[in-house]
């Protein structure tokens, strides 16, 4: 990994192109999700043996309950099956999992194995692993309006005092830095509504490959444009 010479600190990922994956390869779609759960393993391991700070990955969004009862069903069964399999290498990793969504929207054993991956890794001091389910950002943002409207009404806080830090506690994402370099498999070239406000000064880079298919390798190439780039956040650089 020589070529990387300056790692971000945080990295997001939108997971696309399982769905795409499968149907190229004349399987199922719930058959391109499992395929996506193994790059998920690989590029979680490498990203905890790069150092990388906090990596934040999108699972399942608050729009994608539009999809057939089949799907979802499916989608559920693995996030249950990833947790349970997962959870002692990752805890073993020093991995700190967080999840970014709304739980309660999630089906009893979900929910339940989420909280218990969360509460069983919250003192690991190692990789922030994030991974957002039935998360959408404008939910996110209308969440963090609404608690501090509540602290404004209940007289905790001044309207005029609230500060930046204030409306970012208030977020899933609380006390994580901003996202750095943002990956979005498959091509598509849009947010779909993950991490719009983390998102304002990230730089963003749109693989063509689909989500099954991404490689370490090209991990690594999203990781080194990444050093590359010539980052002025409104100023300018010598
Ligand atoms: C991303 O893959 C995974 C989820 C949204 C859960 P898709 O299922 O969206 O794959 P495409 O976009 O249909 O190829
Ligand atoms: C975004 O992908 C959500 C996840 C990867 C979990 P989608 O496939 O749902 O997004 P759109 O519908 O193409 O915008
Ligand atoms: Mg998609």
Redesign the pocket.
């Known amino acids: 990994m020589s070529e990387i010479s300056k790692l971000p600190r945080h990295v997001a990922i939108?997971?696309?192109?399982?769905?795409r994956w499968a149907k190229a390869h004349k399987l199922q779609v719930a058959q391109g999700h499992r395929r996506g759960t193994e790059t998920l393993r690989s590029i979680i391991r490498e990203s905890s043996d790069l150092g990388i700070e906090a990596l934040s990955?999108?699972?399942?969004?608050t729009?994608?309950w539009k999809?057939s009862p089949a799907e979802v069903g499916a989608l559920m069964s693995l996030l249950l099956e990833y947790f349970t399999s997962e959870i002692d290498e990752l805890d073993e990793k020093n991995v700190r999992i967080r999840i970014l969504g709304d739980k309660d929207g999630l089906p009893g054993p979900q929910k339940q194995a989420l909280i218990a991956a969360e509460n069983r890794t919250r003192e690991n001091t190692g990789l922030k692993l994030n991974i957002?389910i039935n998360?959408g950002a404008r939910d996110e943002i209308l969440r963090a309006v609404k608690e501090l409207a509540g602290r404004a009404a209940r007289g905790e806080i001044a309207p005029e005092a609230i500060t930046a830090a204030d409306f970012e506690a208030a977020l899933y994402t609380h006390g994580l830095p901003d996202v750095d370099l943002l990956i979005?498999t498959?091509g598509?070239m849009?947010?779909?509504?993950?991490l719009l406000y983390q998102c304002a000064y990230a730089e963003m880079t749109f693989p063509t490959v689909l989500?099954p298919d991404f490689s370490l390798e090209d991990y690594h190439s999203a990781l080194a444009a990444f050093g590359k780039r010539d980052r002025r956040f409104g100023g300018r650089n010598e």
């Open positions: 939108i997971m696309d192109g399982n769905g990955l999108y699972a399942f969004s729009e994608n999809r957002a998360y979005r498959s598509e849009r947010l779909s509504n993950f989500w």
